[in-house]
């Protein structure tokens, strides 16, 4: 199983809409949650942390279920700009502050 | 402004040369990574250094080696290339941050 799983899309929305991806992880230990964008043949970049009490910025609210191990991201109102792939990122508590990534999910938001 | 610089952005190599790409940060953050990310797949943390201390990954093919000889700079050398190891190599900086920061890869093409 792996550690970090997520539906890997893609995801094809009309502008506007508001669209939502999941992402469960498997290590009860792991302490802090990400969401990263990927554009193509790009590097990842935060997008946002992810809070036990869901937090929300702009367009996008993550949410987490540390007892069903789940993250989710929420779209809304999508742009065209939106569209990349999306990785779900966990921190595991230990030394050197290793990310582990999901393969990400693909989003196109077409016109 | 750019805080993680990977040099060079693309680079070819033939099968079995030696080839050393490199990294640099004006972040001044303790840790520096190396990530190998295939199409469509996660990046697959290869090592880090914790200040001067090296952390292999248990899986990174002997191959694979790196030097950090200060703060800001860090190298990745993979002493004999094979088609396998085409892919784009990420370094990223973090350490008492929770999150990291990754440089814009290099895309390395093995013939």
């Known amino acids: 199983r792996k550690e970090v799983e997520q539906d890997p899309g893609p995801f094809n929305v009309p502008e506007g809409a508001t669209v939502a991806f999941n992402c469960t992880y498997s290590?009860?230990?792991?302490?802090?949650f990400f969401w990263y964008r990927q554009d193509c043949r790009k590097e990842p970049k935060l997008l946002m942390s992810?809070?036990?009490s869901g937090n929300e910025d702009g367009r996008f609210t993550a949410q987490l279920n540390r007892a069903s191990q789940y993250i989710s991201l929420l779209i809304r109102d999508s742009k065209l700009s939106d569209s990349a792939t999306y990785l779900c990122?966990?921190?595991?508590?230990?030394?050197?502050?290793?990310?582990?990534f999901g393969t990400g999910t693909q989003l196109k938001v077409e016109l | 402004d750019a805080m993680v610089i990977q040099n060079p952005r693309y680079q070819v190599t033939q099968f079995g040369k030696p080839v050393t790409l490199s990294c640099s940060q004006t972040?001044?953050?303790?840790?520096m990574y190396w990530y190998q990310q295939k199409s469509s797949q996660a990046p697959k943390l290869l090592f880090h250094?914790?200040?001067?201390?090296?952390?292999n990954e248990a899986d990174t093919p002997d191959n694979f080696q790196s030097r950090r000889p200060n703060t800001s700079f860090c190298f990745l050398d993979i002493r004999s290339p094979g088609l396998g190891d085409a892919a784009m190599y990420l370094c990223?900086?973090?350490?008492?941050?929770?999150?990291?920061?990754f440089g814009p890869g290099t895309r390395l093409l093995v013939l």
């Open positions: 990122v966990v921190r595991i508590a230990g030394g050197g502050n290793k990310l582990t």
């Open positions: 290590n009860s230990a792991s302490q802090s």
């Open positions: 992810v809070y036990s």
């Open positions: 972040l001044n953050h303790n840790v």
């Open positions: 250094y914790y200040d001067k201390d090296f952390n």
């Open positions: 990223a900086t973090g350490g008492d941050v929770e999150t990291q920061y």
